[in-house]
């Protein structure tokens, strides 16, 4: 679904859910679906306003579908006719198929003390007894698409060493001692974390935790993870610690933040993989033009010195003039 939810087959696609969702789970409130169905509050009202028109041809009264959402809870009824769920597709269930046995690959087999489980107010990782049996039933049930399934494979970039001690502070309900390098200001802090759970995000893993140094949730890209400890002191995730929302992208920026255009040869393209852009433009001949929001300009500054001549920042200008600047006094100090 995309972010919007907006398009013409994914609301159909999405109201044709939604109903017998709904439909079995009578006064379930707005929030939670809004939430389950990856929409905002204000999408979903719009997509029950949208079910008073819907129903059997005629458009009588007892024709249509009732929706009512008084009071933040919400109740269907008279639409027996698509209460039952909708089947999934082969390539449905072959993508599903997929992405389950990609999550039970990257986060590995159950731990003491319960299928991935903390302890001391730490957050379950994964029931994996729940997710193996319902990869058996989803392939079982999927047929032909299941074999296709088998032939695909997803990359996840892990750390061998970094991922298996994640696992063990989560299953033992441990605090973690961190040495994580920070692009944003291009170094390497020293924190000690509450780990909450293990997500795969695009193909990456991260680790959400509480975290000591700044009092709050943060994600940490495990690839960036210099170092790692599991510590002795029991975690102890605040109650009042929620767990980020990753639907809409891991990325959330900021309106304070100043955007700055860099423009990337060849042999830089990795910093598109490397760090979230807004939009990322093929110049031809292999190069890039990508736009990147940050709090804190001088680290790009920094990035553009450390790629000499293999990236440029192109805006903001007064950026541009600091790195050449900087670029001048590091060639004179040679002379």
Not at 67 to 74: D, K, L, P, T, V
Request: with cysteine.
């Amino acid at each position: 679904m995309s972010r919007a939810g907006t398009g013409a087959s994914e609301r159909l696609a999405r109201l044709l859910a939604l109903v017998p969702y709904l439909t079995a789970r009578p006064g379930a409130r707005v929030e939670d679906v809004a939430r389950t169905f990856g929409i905002t509050e204000a999408r979903l009202l719009e997509d029950l306003q949208l079910l008073f028109v819907c129903g059997l041809p005629g458009h009588l009264p007892d024709d249509l579908i009732e929706a009512s959402f008084e009071g933040g809870y919400i109740h269907v009824s008279n639409a027996d006719t698509i209460a039952r769920p909708l089947r999934l597709g082969a390539d449905e269930a072959a993508a599903l198929l997929v992405g389950l046995r990609t999550l039970a690959d990257a986060l590995g087999e159950a731990g003491p003390g319960g299928p991935g489980g903390t302890g001391d107010g730490g957050r379950a990782l994964v029931d994996r007894d729940a997710l193996d049996r319902t990869v058996a039933k989803l392939e079982r049930a999927a047929g032909d698409a299941a074999a296709l399934a088998a032939h695909v494979a997803v990359a996840v970039e892990t750390d061998d060493d970094v991922v298996p001690e994640v696992r063990r502070a989560l299953a033992g309900g441990r605090r973690l001692h961190l040495s994580y390098y920070v692009p944003g200001r291009d170094e390497t802090t020293e924190r000690d974390v509450e780990p909450m759970r293990l997500l795969i995000v695009e193909g990456r893993a991260y680790l959400e935790a509480w975290c000591r140094r700044a009092d709050g949730v943060r994600l940490f890209r495990l690839d960036r993870v210099q170092g790692l400890r599991v510590l002795d002191e029991p975690a102890r995730v605040p109650e009042h610690a929620e767990p980020r929302d990753v639907g809409e992208g891991l990325f959330q920026p900021s309106e304070a933040d100043t955007v700055v255009t860099l423009e990337l040869d060849p042999p830089a393209r990795w910093v598109a993989e490397y760090y979230p852009c807004d939009s990322v433009v093929e110049l031809g001949e292999g190069r890039l033009q990508v736009r990147l929001r940050t709090p804190d300009p001088r680290w790009v500054g920094r990035l553009a010195l450390r790629l000499g001549g293999q990236g440029r920042v192109v805006d903001p200008p007064g950026l541009a003039e600091d790195v050449r600047r900087e670029a001048r006094a590091a060639l004179d100090a040679y002379a």
